[in-house]
């Protein structure tokens, strides 16, 4: 399994040296601000509680892809999750679209995929993550980007609202 994740990884990186599109890393970091849980447990013997249990938590994400047209980026990415001292790791799809070429630009972002904490639960828990985001890029030059992103995230049973900042080169 971790040698097809860094195949995946690291594949984006290989393909762009042989092709006509550009290679571009983005490292960014985030907290997420819990709001309350999807889900409602009727709890029963073996309950241990919620997966996020009203937690807040940090990210810190390692996205490697591919940018098209100065508009549309496409990676994937491995993150490190935690949510008050629980930690846990995630691996996920990013795409971004931005709106204007401009050196401030808006954009979307999604992020699609699968994180791992380990809480209270025998080996911890997995879940799939889903997340929407609207941010603001400002183009250093042209080939740097700052950017602060907010949004829903979906995970673990629960909701949250992240907020990121990060940089794309």
């Known amino acids: ?10 594949g984006l990186f290989l393909m762009s040296g042989f092709s ?10 985030g907290y997420s601000l819990f709001r309350y849980k999807t889900i409602d447990i009727d709890p029963g013997s073996n309950w241990k509680g919620y ?4 937690q807040n938590g940090f990210d810190v994400n390692v996205i490697n ?15 490190y999750l935690n949510f008050e001292g629980v930690n846990g ?4 799809a990013d795409v971004d679209y931005s709106i204007l070429k401009t050196r401030f630009s808006p954009f979307v972002n999604f992020k699609f995929g699968y994180n791992h904490i380990w809480n209270q639960y025998g080996n911890g828990t997995g879940s799939v993550l889903g ?24 995970t673990q049973q629960s909701l949250l609202l992240p907020t990121r900042l990060g940089v794309r080169f």
């Open 131 to 154: 997340e929407l985001d609207l941010g603001l890029n400002y183009k250093l030059t042209s080939k740097i980007r700052v950017y602060f992103q907010a949004g829903f995230l979906m």
């Open 51 to 54: 997966y996020l249990n009203d």
């Open 65 to 79: 892809g591919i940018k098209f047209k100065e508009k549309y980026f496409t990676g994937i990415g491995l993150g």
């Open 89 to 92: 790791f995630s691996i996920f």
């Open 1 to 10: 399994m971790k040698k097809i994740i860094l195949i995946l990884f690291f």
């Open 20 to 29: 006509q599109t550009n290679y571009s890393m983005k490292v960014e970091t």
